[in-house]
T-cell receptor, first 113, second 114 residues
Framework: NAGVTQTPKFRVLKTGQSMTLLCAQD?????MYWYRQDPGMGLRLIHY???????AKGEVPDGYNVSRLKKQNFLLGLESAAPSQTSVYFC????????????FGPGTRLTVT | GENVEQHPSTLSVQEGDSAVIKCTYS??????FPWYKQELGKRPQLIID?????GEKKDQRIAVTLNKTAKHFSLHITETQPEDSAVYFC?????????????FGAGTQVVVTP
């Protein structure tokens, strides 16, 4: 039981490049979330999903897209990376019913130059 | 939407002393309040949570109190140890949000000095 995993762990992009971050969970959770963490700003919600094919915008969605084609996977895409997207990205998953408890992945440190 | 404010932003305590972190929330309907601990370079991990039908909850050296009237909740760490050094985040969630979203505070950096 790996819990929540994220790939890659680190990435450096040039401005304008694209990439996809992968989150996978093996706890059969319905709810999955993508956050970004910046110094002094806590965890800010980018996008979230309540099940396969269902996604919604969070607090800071601009410049990101997501897909949930399989229940266990939640992908975060950056179509044209900008330096403002330099951050640590965390994925989290929650229970089948809204029990509110969220379990976090190890994070992806992204630098855009 | 929900807004959570967390104070202080940094907290330095001597080993063995107590630490208290306070959070206020704006949505009176919020009913779930977790606390996460994040060590340097690691993922946030849930350490304790409280629901609105309870005023206080303890787990060994940590406790959380909730004042629904004043819309604030606090984390108390007693007999602090160096391994308590980390960033602590509070969060709140409202039942009106069926997606289980959490609104996080900005975090408190706790440093325990020997």
């Amino acid at each position: 039981n790996a819990g929540v995993t994220q790939t890659p762990k680190f990435r450096v992009l040039k401005t304008g490049q694209s990439m996809t971050l992968l989150c996978a969970q093996d706890m059969n959770h319905e709810y999955m979330y993508w956050y970004r963490q910046d110094p002094g700003m806590g965890l800010r919600l980018i996008h979230y999903s309540v099940g396969e094919g269902t996604t919604a915008k969070g607090e800071v969605p601009d410049g990101y897209n997501v897909s949930r084609l399989k229940k266990q996977n939640f992908l975060l895409g950056l179509e044209s990376a900008a330096p403002s997207q330099t951050s640590v990205y965390f994925c989290a998953s929650g229970g089948t019913v809204p029990s509110y408890e969220q379990y976090f992945g190890p994070g992806t440190r992204l630098t855009v130059t | 939407g929900e807004n959570v404010e967390q104070h202080p932003s940094t907290l330095s305590v001597q080993e063995g002393d107590s630490a208290v972190i306070k959070c206020t929330y704006s949505d009176s309907a919020s009913n779930y309040f977790p606390w996460y601990k994040q060590e340097l370079g690691k993922r946030p991990q849930l350490i304790i949570d409280i629901r609105s039908n309870v005023g206080e909850k303890k787990d060994q050296r940590i406790a959380v109190t909730l004042n629904k009237t004043a819309k604030h909740f606090s984390l108390h760490i007693t007999e602090t140890q160096p391994e308590d050094s980390a960033v602590y985040f509070c969060a709140a969630s409202s039942p009106a949000d069926s997606w289980g979203k959490l609104q996080f505070g900005a975090g408190t950096q706790v440093v325990v000095t020997p």
